[in-house]
């Protein structure tokens, strides 16, 4: 009786030292994405996991961006990183340059024999990620882009065809004083100033936002955002500031609830910013190719994208890295792809995954969906619209946003703005510089 | 003996910390902390070359001041009114009490809704009245949002220590000066004010730490520094610049200035101000 006891718990505890060896191996997968978009990422993990045995990738929220990322970091430092870490864009200069806390992409799935075509995906998604060499170092995994949209019932009430959306900034200005005099209280505002105003801005133009590609070439990289163009553009949305017909939102996406509302009647903002419009918009819109200058040579170009990609952390075991590269080829799959694009909003990362939910009907369904893709791949990339790659962009961003906010309220004119931005832009690339030499 | 616990706790938990803050601070290190560079006074001075962080400096000092001095004004004004009140008191002071309940950066974000440019109730109200109100863009009316804010979380802490002062002044001492015939006015001044000076000396030096250190999760919440830096006060670029982009050796010699400034504060409290409060 005794011995029967014994016997069973320590029969019970044998098989549990036992099970690892042939249980799941997991792994780990940090993210930002809260509310309705976390719940489309729980399902792609969900059905990974159903769809084979040996793997299990537990996705946990870990709060917003860079609360993610500092999380990660404070992990790293600790010796105990995820496997798999949603980093912003303006995060991928920090994690590039942190060799050794990363593994490319492209070798995890060298490595894991798994078959993987950077050509595959969109040039602008992937081009963004990737060295100079071609390696895809991280991800793409949720790309939106910024778009213009129009509140065409209050087109109407102004006496403009609602169905002609202006493609200037020349019609811009001209259908804003119509609006104001039509009684618009608030006639353009925009989310994300830097982003729309200043990076993509730049791409659209087919000009550099920085030397060295736009930082992709080197550390070494100086900001070039004083141009004459910038000063001129950035000006003309001061001027616009003066007279009442661009109304500033603030950093972030504040810009969208002040369309959604139907407070502002056109107006710059993430193509992810649709979901919320669909819901929340009592009005007639639609969704447009953002507005470039018609004198400049060449543009529009194509548009930058914005959003999130997924790092591989280093220092793990090599049967890891294989169910890391076997979720990185079923993220890839044309039908995954299309799911996570038609529910979430974000572009589709390859092409056949782009085809593939043209001929499902689903842009037909939903008239300008497609609209951000489009604009994406407009033109083939060239050095200054394929993206950039800037250290401590996030200090880099914020000095560009506060002397934007020096110009929208008049206390500075664009140039010295501008040429503000530049010097001290261009103090916190050498820090970084410094840094990971 | 007795007291090693306690020198022992403030050991680990306040020289060990402050003591890596000013190790960080003379180091250039990568975010994950995979490069590190002795680099000696060169982030101090590359601060110092800094007239944007320069500025800081003085919206931080026109900001505590606000704080300060409004967060003890008001709720001295109210605990005297509350220290009259016979009925209904308790519910009264309960309902005052009530905003220290609220973390800072919930604070914020409800005044950010009350005040929202387009949204807010409060700027509705101002709009009726001709007044254009959009802190988003205007530096003068963010800091009167988050001064707003921060004074409104603070004044029950406040309100609690002036209540408790007041009740300890003896009533003979009011009696007898109302008898002799003065006014409630120059009684407060004459007789109430002084006595409360310890009090109101030890709230000082609370609420000026206060307003250097607790406060950027009020600022976080709502207007992130700007417009333009307008609300940029030292402890938020310590945290914008260290947790939010991974700027260690800036962050961490931010701090190490910041801890200077609020100890010669304190220590210049104590030396001059302390002279004048009666015990």
């Known amino acids: 009786m005794r011995l029967k006891n014994f016997a069973l718990p320590t029969a019970a505890l044998a098989l549990s030292f036992a099970l690892p060896a042939h249980a799941q191996t997991e792994i780990q997968w940090w993210h930002s994405m809260g509310g309705a978009l976390g719940e489309a990422l729980n399902g792609l993990a969900d059905k990974f996991n159903a769809s084979q045995k040996d793997y299990k990738v537990v996705a946990t929220y870990k709060g917003q961006y860079p609360e ?10 600790a010796g105990n990183a995820p496997h798999l870490l949603q980093v912003f864009e303006v995060g991928t200069a920090t994690m590039m340059a942190a060799k050794g806390a990363i593994v490319p992409v492209a070798t995890v799935m ?3 024999n798994e078959p993987f075509d950077p050509k595959a995906y969109l040039p602008t998604v992937v081009g963004y990620y990737t060295d100079l060499k071609g390696n895809m170092l991280s991800f793409p995994f949720n790309s939106s882009t910024v778009m213009f949209y129009i509140n065409k019932d209050a087109f109407k009430k102004a006496g ?38 200043i990076e993509n801005f730049s791409a659209w133009h087919n000009v550099p936002i920085g030397t060295k590609q736009n930082g992709m070439g080197g550390l070494d990289t100086v900001f070039t955002i004083n141009s004459p ?36 009647a056109m107006f710059s903002g993430s193509a992810g910013a649709q979901a919320g419009i669909k819901k929340a918009a009592k009005f007639d819109w639609s969704i447009n190719f953002i507005p470039y200058h018609d004198d400049v040579p060449g543009a529009p170009q194509n548009s930058i994208i914005g959003g999130a990609s997924v790092w591989v952390m280093g220092g793990k075991k090599p049967d890891e890295y294989k169910g890391v590269a076997k979720f990185m080829a079923f993220l890839s799959r044309p039908d995954i792809q299309m799911e996570w694009h038609t ?75 501008l040429d503000d931005a530049v010097r001290r832009g261009n103090e916190i690339l050498r820090q970084f510089e410094a840094a990971n030499k | 003996m007795l007291v090693a616990p306690q020198v022992a706790i403030t050991l680990v938990f306040f020289f060990w910390p402050a003591a890596q803050a000013i190790w960080y601070s003379f180091q250039l290190q990568d975010a994950f902390g995979l490069k590190t560079q002795f680099v000696g006074l060169q982030n101090f001075s590359t601060l110092f070359n800094d007239s944007y962080y320069l500025a800081s400096f003085k919206v931080t000092a026109l900001f505590s001041a606000l704080v300060a001095f409004f967060g003890l004004a008001i709720s001295l004004l109210l605990a005297t009114m509350a220290d009259r009140v016979v009925r209904g008191a308790m519910a009264y002071k309960t309902l005052l009490i009530w905003p220290y309940a609220v973390a800072p950066a919930v604070a914020g974000v409800l005044w950010a809704f009350l005040f929202a440019p387009s949204i ?13 109100w959009n802190w988003i863009l205007r530096g003068d009316q963010a800091m009167l949002l988050v001064v707003i804010a921060a004074v409104w979380k603070q004044i029950s802490y406040n309100f609690l ?32 004010f002084p006595l409360l000076s310890p009090t109101t000396f030890f709230l000082l030096v609370v609420n000026m730490v206060y307003a250097f250190f607790d406060t950027f ?56 101000i302390e002279r004048k409060v009666q015990y």
């Open chain 1, 110 to 112: 060298a490595n894991a």
């Open chain 1, 68 to 77: 993610s990322m500092t999380a990660a970091i404070a992990a790293f430092r």
């Open chain 1, 160 to 197: 403009l065809d609602p169905n002609k959306a202006p493609k200037t900034w020349k019609e811009v200005l001209a259908a804003a004083d119509k609006l104001k005099a039509s009684g618009q209280e608030c006639v353009y505002t925009t989310s994300w100033p830097s982003w729309m105003h």
């Open chain 1, 229 to 264: 163009l910038h000063v001129r553009h950035i000006a003309m949305l001061g001027d616009m500031s003066k007279k009442g017909l661009f109304t500033y939102a603030g950093r972030t996406n504040q810009g969208d609830a002040k369309f959604s509302s139907g407070e502002c």
């Open chain 1, 343 to 417: 529910t979430t909003g974000y572009v589709p990362i390859t092409q056949a995954s782009y085809e593939l939910t043209r001929k499902s009907g689903f842009y037909d369904k939903n008239p300008g969906a497609d609209m951000p893709v489009k604009q994406l791949t407009n033109k083939a990339p060239t050095e200054n619209s394929k993206g950039l790659r800037f250290g401590n962009f996030v200090q880099g961003r914020t000095v560009i946003e506060e002397e934007l906010e020096n110009v929208f309220a008049g206390k500075k004119d664009a140039k010295t703005a």
């Open chain 2, 120 to 132: 807010g109730i409060v700027t509705y109200v101002l709009k009726s009245m001709g007044i254009d």
């Open chain 2, 217 to 272: 999760g009020i600022i976080d919440a709502t207007t992130q520094g700007g417009p333009a830096q307008a609300t940029q006060i030292l402890v938020y670029k310590v945290y914008h610049d260290g947790v939010k982009a991974g700027d260690l050796g800036g962050s961490s010699a931010q701090s190490v200035i910041l801890m200077v400034i609020v100890i010669a504060l304190t220590v210049a409290q104590f030396r001059y």
């Open chain 2, 161 to 192: 220590f002036f209540l408790a002062g007041l009740q300890s002044i003896p009533r003979s001492l009011i009696e007898a000066a109302s008898i002799d015939g003065a006014s409630p006015l120059r009684r407060f001044w004459t007789i109430v």
